[in-house]
């Protein structure tokens, strides 16, 4: 057996013999409670209950949660899902990207604030950009929100990734609220933040979220790339960013509201490129200036006809500057202008008390530019695109059955000041969702869904370096089967709860669309190439005991099997897609005593293939990695605090999830927030 | 505590299934390299450090992946470009990685690794040949660097054009193609002449756009091959007269992957065949080299086998998937083929 089979065994033989750890130590609290003060009662809080899930599959953090989960980013926050697959490039500012079901990051919309974070021009949002600050909740839906009054966006990618950021609740006697906090450890990171909360009056309030990010990056790991175990430090890896989010909020009732929000993100990071033999140095610099205004307005009519508008302009300034390019003009130094201006308009209303029907209707203009420092860039095509996007959905209830369904009409028309454009596209998209409880009296639903759904090639796909200005790339379609049953239950006095959730999925992709990168860019080439099949299986287990003279035991377990391949005749026939491990498994435990918590997290990822061919030279090892966090919270000089502390990496386990980007070792974080 | 016992159970259990769905990395060990047969240089993918070694061995027919790993125990690095024999030794030129390989030709085992870098910044090399006991090195940094094959040390830089591809020896010279492709879209179209008594450049001659390969037949001509841009402005193949250093004649040409044997100047199409120009008679003699229907979907390299006339032709396919090796007799009838690995992109025979 391969090298890495002992280490993966020795992990699990630790998680096992912390698990046990962790449940046996309230265990026997209780046992003592039990034989010694039986006479007393004992205090024992509510059940607290998980939401359940509803008629698609969901998974949910909030706030609270972050840190059980060593989370410092989005991507940390739901790497335990099931059915995620996060693509790390490694480190604080290592790219972080996320795959859901097998479907590339393109096919996840991230919805902030009910709104789309979109990027037409590659598609693929770096969760490592995204920062907690001022989040307070975020959901992965596969397929879509169950709430049909929303933007058409939420139901035009094959999974979401829904974050919400904290509203004010304020009361006239304390009209303010100020979080501040700092986040330091190792990679030199220093990360102080800001959020300031105040009540105007009874309709108005705002929020202002901010940081400031600055981290050396720093990490050492192993290579065999001069030879067996060298240990060289990674470079190129510092990160500065800032980001400032305001929002403000009117309320004149439940059914008269509206908010804007206006985000700000600078940030000026090294890239730190594959490590290749020899040469793992890298030079290559990113900025980015992000801008976006977003506004939400909600009004209610007395007779339940429900309006939802949202508006947003965006603009993305991206530049990339690579010194080490040996072209005449001492290096390359692109950047790149993405604007975009979306108005969506939803509305909804109760035909009957168990039928309800919604329509959404949202348009986008979008635009790239790419210009050198001697202005556009040589043939470059600066796209725009015109997208208006049309659904109805409806919500039908009766009996023991939950019906839901929407059809979603896209049209899509590109237009190019040099080449081609792509051809204009109307795509019809239907999804249907069924939900059966059976009992009424006991949590136990069946669900199913059928969405079939595409993305559009991204600018980058159909025009960058494009020889006569623009690649003819078809749509990438992808259809999801799924079928399952969530359960939960509260037990008795010592468990409080158990949540169960298992899916079974079938997904294909058709007209996948292939990047073929040549060292000379002009000849890289990217086209429709081949059909996925995938099959999974996604497990979910929650569990706590209740909370026992002040000590509770948490436990969540995700687990995702997975077999896509490519099933077009050739190459790659029943090839694994690449970096789609067949086995995922993320176990999160802890144990809290009053206002402390340790919590243990681990990630078990089976090995990978880099490549199209399932064949040796292809591999990629699989990894099990754990990560402990201590939060304590505290009250000194009459505020409240809150103190936290990670060891990544625990085991100092020496990996990659993408080939040639080695990940940390070992490294710790701490926080200290106070409330004012 | 009875409750937990399932979950405690279930979590261990899903561990070890995990673990034991870890696929083992097959290696196969090498020991002893015969002295008949042919590398293979495959590139690998632009900064997925995967260039590899094939060895196919004559005698026994056998085929190795990546000889280069299992006899060294770390990985050549990123695209492998040109690899020739030069003596008893090998050497291998790796681009990205900035390095040149130096390997015992017999054993594949590692003698040297000559860096390529102007202080941390890589040189990119290219493309290697051989005069009087010095190898000429192509680097993208604008140079031909000079290196001793007795003490493997990097000497002069000799600076030319931009972005320079392949070199060739022809009268005491040497002839570099200046493609300029790092200036994309402001290709070069020179070749630089370097007197190899003085290691100076003592003609720069122009071609067409983006001269990729050059290559000197018997008779006092050396051939150069430009790509053009790709698109609007075609390949097209100068003939340099040796002597005068003069270009006397440039023209249109369909045609890219040159090689010469004796006086057949391989080269394969845009239709993706394989063709043959006969140096002698100065005209494409055999339109059409493989006889037998072999169809070879992505031809990417040539090379020929002056003693036994065969020629081997790769298919690097789809580009990412990997490639094969074709082995014709001199007639264009297909011997053989092998599996080799991801862009095949040269071949070095290995001649006792």
Redesign the interface.
Known sequence: ??K??PY??RY?YR??VL??CF?ALP?LVFAQTDTTKKLKEVKVNGSNLPKIQTITPSQQITANDFDRYSALNVADAIRDFSGVNIKDYGGIGGLKTVSIRGFSANHTAILYDGVEINDDENGQIDLSKLNLSGIQQITLYNAQPDDILAPARSFASASIISIKTLKPSLTADKPYQILAGVKAGSFGLINPYLQWQQRINDKWSFIVNSYLENANGHYKYKT?????DTTLTRNNTAVRDQQVDGALYWTKNDSNKFNLHINYYNSDRGLP???????P?S?QRLWNKDFFLQSSYEYTWNNGLHLLLNTKLSQYITRYRDP??????GGLDDSYTQREFYQSAALDYHIFSNWEVSYATDVSFSNLGAYSPDGPI??YAFPSRFTLLNMLASNFTIGKWRFQGDLLNTYVNEQVKFGKPTPQETVLSPTLMALFKPFKTQDLQFRAFYKDIFREPTFDEQYYFT??GSRDLKPEFAKQYDLGVTYRKS??K??DY?AFTVDGYYNTITNKI?V????????S?IIN?GKVRIEGTDIG?K?QTRKTNGWRGV?A?N?TYQYAVDVDLG??YLQQIPYTP??T?A?NAGIEYNQMGLYFNQV?S??RY????S?????V??YAVSDLSYVYKFSAYGYPFAFSAHADNLFNENYVIV??FPMPGRSFICSLQIKI | MKNLKPILVVTVALSFILASCHKDKKVTPVTVVATSGLYVLNQGLFQDNNSTLSFYNYTNQQTTADVFSAVNGRGLGDTGNDIEIYGSKTYIVVNVSSTIEVIDTKTAKSIAQIKLFNGSTAREPRDIVFYKNNAYVTAYDGTVAVIDTTTLTVGQSITVGNSPEQLTVANGKLYVANSGGLNYPNYSNTVSVINLSTNTVTKTLTVGLNPQNVVADAYGNVYVLSAGDYNTVGSSLAIIDDNADVVKSQANFDGSNMAIQGDNIFFTTSANKVEIYNAKSQSITNPGFITDGTVITTPYTVTSDGTTGEVFVTDAKDYISNGTLYAFDKTGKKEYSITVGINPGKIALIKN
């Open positions: 057996m391969h890495v089979l993966v065994k699990i998680l096992s698990l046990v449940f265990c065999n790339i001069n030879g067996p490129a594959a490590i290749l033999n020899t040469n140095t030079y080490s390019y040996l072209n005449d003009q040589y043939k020889l006569d037990i008795d010592f468990i158990v292939v073929e990168p040549n060292q000379n860019i002009a000849l080439t190439l287990i569990t436990m377990l687990y190459p790659y067949k086995n498994l176990v078990v089976s090995s880099f490549l199209g061919q064949i040796p030279e292809n591999y090892d699989g080939r040639s």
